[in-house]
């Protein structure tokens, strides 16, 4: 469904991603962990348009889509859950879904998925005349997958849904993810919450400095000395002084 | 009192009248700061060619093609508008496009450039002599009692109310309307939305425009067809500043105020004491730092809060 190919972002004069190829089969949940700053979220804004790739090709559906503007890419069928939520804050809940749907031109559409959103999260109805901005933070994060459920879309990206959550609504948010998982979505899932988000993927990438370093399913990764030593918190025990070459 | 009543409450809505006026060109560069985080320093020259292209229209259909008088006027109108809106797209794609993602100074260097470029072409084409626009209600006057009303000031108020109105429901209650205010709140995320950004830029673009032409008909039978007219619009700026910069209440706001203000500075200072006779032009930047010394983010601003 999704098919990275060689793929090169640069920040300014600074290269973020060093090539870097992945794919994503349909139905699929793919995982790609890393280190901060080692381009997870480089490679979801490349997939969607918010940053553009120098070199490679990005195909979705059999479509290239490198050199496509974001909103046009969403109209293809994916949606970006961006790092940090960016729900409109000034704007009310039901506004921000609304906007969710703003490609949705047909209003028994809009109202039917509208109703969707509400029963899987029926929060967002609670709160429907609030402002965005006044929810607490797993609330928008609920908002974020929402709103980007509204255009029930075919590839959903989902960048740290799971950040400054506390662990209640960490393993509400994964369980959303497991079902959304379940009815077909194919999601790319971008995680610090590594064991946690390894045991739903079924496939992971692993990242380092804009690069692939390792890929596999989480039985293959979980064997790998390097995995469990960086993120699965199995790594063997150093002496700090060590670490400072004393 | 009873002497001074009448002169007051005629001066009250004359500055009204004015303030309607300083508020449209304060909404437009509100909306397009809002929007596109440009400040267009060319929005009192918006309203400048608004007013010629106007002008020059009601000349076509009132001389030249022998129309009626109110045929001409609201023909001249809808003419002034879609030129607005053609001078909206080029603009946008002239400004905006180029330069949206470069440096601030860039930008404010290219609006300024503008500013300069329009008042050079407009008198060039049309000459560097003041015009008198006609307008269409003459010099005619309501009579409320002991108090006059010039009928022109009452429909530029009456059309500032209609406008605003117009845009506050089309802001606030339309699909696009909405997609506008995402796009000014999170420009990336409305993007994810698929929200065509680009298109909503132009569309803010098309809006000022609009916004400045109507204001520029507006004032030109108040005063007089002007190249230099469009430094009105830097009276503007301390209008949306005063409202709260980026506020659209705080532009309209803003401007009233300020109309009012400039208005009864005229009729009383400078009038009664002439050692002080243009005070009228100094009075609206004494307000400004007076609203500003007790609260520095305008009346209606939002007091920025930064989240760590």
């Not at chain 1, 609920?142 to 459920?149: D, K, N, P």
């Not at chain 2, 329009?118 to 006057?141: C, D, E, H, K, Y």
């Not at chain 2, 929200?195 to 830029?201: D, E, N, R, S, T």
């Not at chain 2, 469009?230 to 209008?239: D, E, M, N, Q, V």
Request: hydrophobic share 50%.
């Amino acid at each position: 469904m999704l098919k990275l190919i060689g793929v090169e972002t640069f920040y300014g004069k600074i290269k973020a991603l060093h090539g870097v190829s992945l794919e994503v089969l349909e139905g699929q949940l793919v995982c790609i962990l890393g280190a901060n700053g080692a381009g997870k979220s480089t490679i979801l804004k490349t997939v969607s348009g918010i940053a553009e790739a120098e070199y490679g090709s990005i195909e979705f559906d059999g479509q290239r889509i490198e050199r496509m503007d974001a909103d046009d890419i969403v109209r293809l069928g994916m949606s970006h859950v961006p790092e940090n939520r960016h729900v409109f804050p000034e704007l009310t809940v039901r506004e921000n879904l609304q906007m969710g749907g703003f490609l949705i031109t047909n209003g028994t559409t809009f109202s039917s998925r509208l109703e969707e959103v509400y029963s899987r999260f029926p929060v967002l109805k609670e709160r429907d005349r609030q402002l965005a901005g006044t929810l607490s933070g797993g609330e928008q994060q609920m908002l974020a997958i929402g709103r980007a459920l509204m255009l029930k879309p075919k590839l959903l990206l989902l960048d740290e849904p799971s950040l400054g959550l506390s662990p209640i609504l960490v393993s509400e948010i994964f369980e959303t993810i497991k079902d959304l998982h379940r009815s077909g979505v194919t999601i790319l899932l971008v995680e610090q919450n590594v064991n946690q988000a390894l045991q739903i993927a079924d496939y992971g990438y692993v990242l380092t400095s804009g690069k692939i370093l390792l890929s596999g399913t989480y039985e293959e990764l979980k064997k790998e000395d390097r995995v469990k030593e960086m993120y699965l918190g199995e790594g063997k025990y150093v002496r700090r002084s060590r670490l400072w070459g004393t | 009192m009873n002497e001074l009543f009448p002169g007051l409450a005629q001066e009250i809505v004359s500055g009204v009248a004015l303030g309607c006026i300083y508020a449209l060109i304060a909404l437009g560069f509100t909306l397009i700061f809002k929007a596109t985080e440009v400040v267009n320093f060319a929005q009192g020259e918006l309203m400048m060619v608004g007013a010629y292209v106007n002008f020059f229209f009601i000349t076509i259909f009132l001389d030249s093609l022998g129309f009626g008088n109110w045929p001409s006027f609201i023909l001249a109108l809808i003419a002034s508008i879609g030129f607005s809106v053609l001078f909206g797209v080029f603009l946008d794609f002239a400004i905006n496009k180029p330069l949206k993602d470069e440096p601030v100074f860039s930008m404010i260097m290219a609006t300024i450039s503008v500013a300069i470029i329009l008042r050079a072409v407009v008198a060039l084409i049309a000459g560097p002599i003041t015009l008198v626009p006609p307008s269409p209600f003459g010099n005619s006057v309501i009579r409320l009692g002991s108090v006059a009303i010039s009928t022109l000031d009452l429909f530029i108020i009456l059309s500032a109310v209609i406008l605003v109105s117009i845009f506050y429901i089309i802001f606030n209650k339309t699909r696009w309307g909405l997609a506008m205010q995402a796009t000014a709140e999170d420009p990336m995320a409305a993007g994810l939305m698929g929200i065509p950004v680009k298109k909503v830029y132009r569309n803010v673009w098309i809006f000022a425009t609009i916004v400045a032409t109507i204001g520029g008909v507006l004032l030109a039978p108040r005063t007089l067809l002007d190249t230099n007219m469009g430094f009105l619009g830097l009276k503007a700026f301390p209008a949306a500043v005063l409202g709260g910069f980026g506020s659209i209440p705080g532009a309209i706001v803003g401007g009233v105020i300020l109309g009012v203000v400039e208005t009864i500075s005229m009729g009383t200072l400078s009038f009664h004491f002439h050692w002080i006779k243009e005070i009228n032009d100094v009075i609206v930047w004494i307000v400004l730092i007076l609203v500003l010394m007790i609260r520095p983010v305008g009346i209606l601003g939002k007091e920025e809060v930064e989240r760590v």
